[in-house]
């Protein structure tokens, strides 16, 4: 299953995205949620970050990948994350 970013183009307050336990394998650059502070993926399909997924999540503090099949993460991946991300 592939997330297209249109997908997301009405939920412009959204605050939480939690998409667990589904049969996700891919996701496009995630735009317009500019109020988002956490994103979890746990346990899909995901296989590859490309670069400029978060690009425009800058006051996202939590990313939560874990059981994924994550098999590559592009250059400039996290770019947009790196001052707002918790470590």
Known sequence: EIIESQYFEPLVNLNYLIIESNRIGFIHQ?????????????????????????????????LVLAENKIKLIEENAFSGLEFSLKY
């Open 30 to 62: 995630i735009k317009g949620l500019n109020k988002l502070k956490s994103i979890t993926l746990r346990n899909n399909r995901i296989q590859t970050i490309k670069k400029h997924t978060f690009i425009s999540l800058v006051d996202v503090f939590q």
